[in-house]
């Protein structure tokens, strides 16, 4: 049993994170929340006692951390005895985090695969590029890393695992589709960090197919689909983290990310970009002053978070799978569908922020009991899905399934590792 | 007669002035040009030499002015000995040139209103604001001073005077339409400096309607005209320098002016300014550095000179004007067609530079021969056109009109200075 957790980073996504660890924290035991602006760790913290989040009276304390020193998020640790680091930070900050717990030997989650500030769509697998370099190091010590355990990459590495583990034989391709069909009120704004979002969509597009990579440019191919609830949705061939591990644990030749854009949204992307008002690379004024364009843009955007309020709609991402099973031709779409406005009602965030924010603190409440306390590094698809999604049904994230009989919502009840795992290994499954 | 002129500027516009100056040194003698960069002084210089402008051998020569610095700029007067000033430097530069001019006793020509970098759309008249307000001092100096000699303001101002000297009784209302239906081949980017020409388009539009003040918002009124050369083009109410003097020099109750734009040049624009990307006031960026959105854009714009080699098409700018000529209503527009092509080929800059260019040089050969040196402040419109309009004939710049007799050029041959006017006076007609 590990205890103590330890959540980095005070956006959108940290909130969720500290609502939902607080109403788990008989299991995961004291709370602290770091980050590089105090006032936003203690406004996370104030909005927790105020929703009366705590499941049980308990610990929660903010901190200001500069997670990119190694020795003081060593020291935090130490500090505040926590052995389940969760880091829902900024993305350049992933390999000095994962460090300090490699160091340290307590467990590291986290959302989203590490970026270096000046490059963009680096050469695939990226998690060759950085993480998975410490894969030996993690196992030596014996220390649990589960990377990209949000919605996507998360939940839908673990729609992928499910469906290969109980709906096919073998598996031709994954589609995973994230849609968001919510509305914000503004004229335009990213639902995450508009740098990160941005450095997302500005260089090549990588898909996985006919088991090799393949590069496209972003709005260059497109699909349209009719999804539960949402209905008839638009989205384009996408980069995204998840199949860059999801090509290389599963034996399925086509993995694609596909994302849903409005027209509106591509236009103002479109004219951002052709600009040249999206460049991570510096330019100089007339004046003389250096300066990189999209940190611009960043400043003159909504901030993410004050989107939640006003925020309408729902969310649908899912994992639209085909294969053979028995023989047959098969197609199942695995989902979520998630809401918005019920999702600032829970937690004060919105739903883009909540997808992503619930499945780490699942994750880290597996760790906790050690269903996945799998002592090494693991991306999600490695780990078995069912408790995980079992978990997430009970705290407001339920998968659903459309196929040949229609949709409905998947239990996880019942569920018992099988007669193969040895008692706290389950988790090294694959 | 006055001699030696002194161009401060050397962007595109200041390119065209120094190469039809040049061709006319033989009556303005010798030819300066001053701005902060002296290279680019310099490439005009070369610019000239080697497409051998100059009409007789002659001075042309390049210098390093800050032209806010008024002392700098009387001394470099001085020291050329210019008796004319050509500025067609930043807006932002007017008032410290005009004083250098007053000071020293030079003639002044511009071409655009002053502006004050941190304000926009001011209160109008706009020129009440800064020029005018040195009225009286050039009249008791007997410092000639011609406002906005370009071609919208400028030549605009001539057709309007035109207008109401010889094709109405009484004019009911005068609509500046100014087409640019040329492409330069570039995704996006502006015909001058993208700072000056976005700051026109932010604020309030001011129009000079039932002889007062109307405001609106950019683009929010249309009108759409099959005009002669250019066809079927949509233009926009925008505010612009010249409604500014016409409103209190002619006793006309509608006077507009009506830019087209292209769907395309819109949709960035509205993108951007919905954005605040266009705003003159700083922000900070997560960084904590402060910078003006606007001069990030046109960080990222491309150099307006740099469109001229493959800019393509034709400009066409003109005044539709309404009134009575015995008894009858009538209705008339003048205008000019420039070619971008041929400009480049001429003078080695775009049709947009070539029209604002060209005018200021032929006031200057007015003044230079005492047509137009008038001893005080005026706007174009207080002068005579007919000599302004025919030196511009033979400088590249025709104009022609259509009426009810059809489309055909304009001749000012053989016009000579009203019975009534004094010799060296004709310029004082209003």
Not at 128 to 150: D, P, Q, S
Not at 376 to 400: C, R
Request: proline letters at 5%; a negative charge; hydrophobic letters at 40%.
């Amino acid at each position: 049993m590990k205890k103590n957790v330890l959540i980095i980073g005070a956006g959108g996504v940290a909130q969720v994170v500290a609502h939902k660890a607080a109403m788990a924290n008989d299991v995961l035991g004291d709370i602290h929340i770091a980050s590089r602006t105090l006032d936003k760790c203690q406004a996370i913290v104030s909005s927790v006692l105020e929703k009366k989040s705590l499941k049980k009276p308990g610990v929660i304390e903010a901190h200001r951390l500069d997670a990119l020193d190694i020795e003081a998020t060593k020291a935090l640790i130490a500090k505040t005895r926590s052995q389940i680091v969760i880091n829902v930070g900024s993305a350049f900050i992933n390999m000095s985090v994962l460090e300090a717990c490699i160091q340290t030997g307590v467990a590291y989650i986290d959302t989203a695969i590490h970026e270096e500030p000046e490059k963009i769509c680096e050469t695939p697998p990226w998690y060759g590029n950085y993480e998975w370099k410490r894969r030996e190091r993690c196992e030596k010590a014996g220390v649990t890393a589960i990377l990209g355990a949000g919605f996507d990459p998360g939940v839908v590495n673990a729609y992928a695992a499910l469906a290969v583990d109980e709906y096919f034989d073998t598996v031709d391709s994954i589609d995973i589709i994230d849609i968001n069909a919510g509305s914000h009120g503004k004229y335009f704004a990213t639902n995450f960090d508009p740098e990160i979002n941005f450095r997302e969509f500005t260089g090549v597009v990588y898909s996985w197919q006919d088991s090799q990579w393949q590069t496209n440019k972003m709005f260059e191919v497109s699909r349209t689909d009719d999804l539960p609830v949402v209905g008839e949705r638009t989205s384009y061939l996408s980069g995204h983290d998840e199949l860059h591990s999801l090509s290389r644990n599963l034996d399925v030749p086509d993995i694609r990310f596909w994302m849903g854009f409005g027209e509106h949204y591509i236009n103002v992307f479109t004219v951002l970009k052709n600009l040249g008002l999206l460049s991570e690379q510096p330019v100089t004024t007339a004046e003389g002053l250096e300066v990189v364009p999209l940190k611009v843009v960043k400043a003159v955007l909504p901030d993410p978070s004050s989107l939640a309020p006003e925020y309408e709609g729902k969310t649908c991402i899912g994992d639209l799978v085909k294969g053979k099973k028995d023989g047959e031709d098969r197609e199942v779409f695995i989902y979520n569908v998630a809401d918005h406005k019920e999702a600032y009602n829970e937690v004060g965030s919105q739903g883009i922020s909540y997808t992503a924010g619930v499945p780490p603190v699942a994750a880290a409440i597996l760790v906790a009991k050690g269903t996945w306390d799998c002592h090494k590094m693991v991306n999600v698809e490695e780990l078995p899905p069912q408790p995980f999604l079992g978990l997430l049904n009970k705290m407001g994230l339920q998968t659903s399934i459309r196929d040949e009989n229609g949709e409905r919502d998947l239990s996880f009840e019942g569920w018992t590792p099988p007669a193969t795992a040895i008692a706290g290994k389950v988790a090294g499954k694959r």
